[in-house]
């Protein structure tokens, strides 16, 4: 049995703001080594649990924060950018689950970090329906066939995974006080929440179904500011709805409107103040 795990940082246990997350910041190497044996917890649960593969995609900024001395022997580790599916590198038909770790709450609601890729979005919209990275990259799962299985982050990360996902087994690892504080359990407590939570997910997986995305999706990305959904409409088949600083995309499929949205995302991270 294979299993595919995209680890992102913002969801991991104790990390309550920027500085842990930065990597130019003081807390960031710190962070490295808990976000990296929070990924071991699940990969050693799945190993014991019957997975004889396991592939682990680090998902967070430039996808290079996991430490692969320290990781489980047996695991094998995507890292580093450019990757033609981001956070979902790697994902095919050929798993018979994924598990997201490490996740957050989608761009402008309550979370520790909550964003949706960079913080010019306010929302992304697949067919007008808001989304985040989390329900995103389901929809990506659910492309190949493969079912999310378990959803591990902060409270609200584990609230937006229920409410999308039927019967995905979820791990809230720390508590959102507001956007940069949280009330967290220590890494060994989260580490046998996560023993637990991977071993249930798997024994359930046949009441999780893949979340099969819509055919010929809208994509609508609303930024923060004009400026950024003009560097967003330079992708040749974008719309700038007047009036807004939402940017539309009509995708064949949904493999196109994630990369659609890495490239509109990137194109926005160029605006300047000024």
């Not at 808990?34 to 649990?49: L, P």
């Not at 389901?138 to 990360?157: I, K, N, R, S, T």
Request: aromatic share 8%; glycine share 6%.
């Amino acid at each position: 049995m294979k299993l595919y795990i995209s680890v992102d940082m913002e969801g991991i246990t104790g990390l309550p703001d920027y500085t842990y997350v930065d990597s130019s910041e003081h807390n960031y190497e710190r962070a490295r080594r808990i976000m990296t044996d929070e990924t071991n917890y699940v990969a050693d649960a799945a190993f014991k649990s019957g997975c004889t593969d396991v592939l682990i995609n680090d998902s967070h900024s430039k996808m290079n924060n996991i430490l692969i001395d320290q990781l489980h022997p047996d695991a094998a580790l995507i890292t580093g950018e450019v990757k033609p599916l981001s956070m979902m590198q790697g994902i095919d038909h050929t798993y018979a689950g994924a598990m997201f770790v490490g996740y957050h709450a989608q761009a402008g609601h309550f979370g520790v970090m909550s964003h949706a890729m960079i913080h010019a979005v306010r929302n992304f919209y697949i067919n007008d329906k808001p989304i985040g990275e989390l329900g995103f990259n389901a929809y990506v799962a659910g492309h190949f066939g493969v079912p999310v299985l378990m959803v591990a982050g902060d409270d609200q990360a584990a609230k937006e995974a229920e409410a999308f996902i039927p019967n995905v087994t979820t791990a809230a690892v720390k508590e959102t006080i507001s956007r940069s504080a949280v009330k967290s359990m220590t890494p060994k407590k989260s580490g046998e929440l996560l023993t637990a939570k991977v071993s249930r997910a798997l024994e359930n997986r046949d009441q999780v179904k893949p979340l099969i995305p819509p055919k010929n999706p809208i994509l609508k990305i609303e930024f923060n500011n004009h400026g950024q959904a003009e560097w967003a409409n330079l992708m040749p088949g974008t719309i700038l709805i007047d009036g807004t600083t939402i940017v539309q995309f009509e995708a064949k499929d949904i493999l196109e409107a994630y990369q659609a949205m890495l490239v509109m995302t990137e194109l926005a991270m160029r605006t300047t103040f000024s």
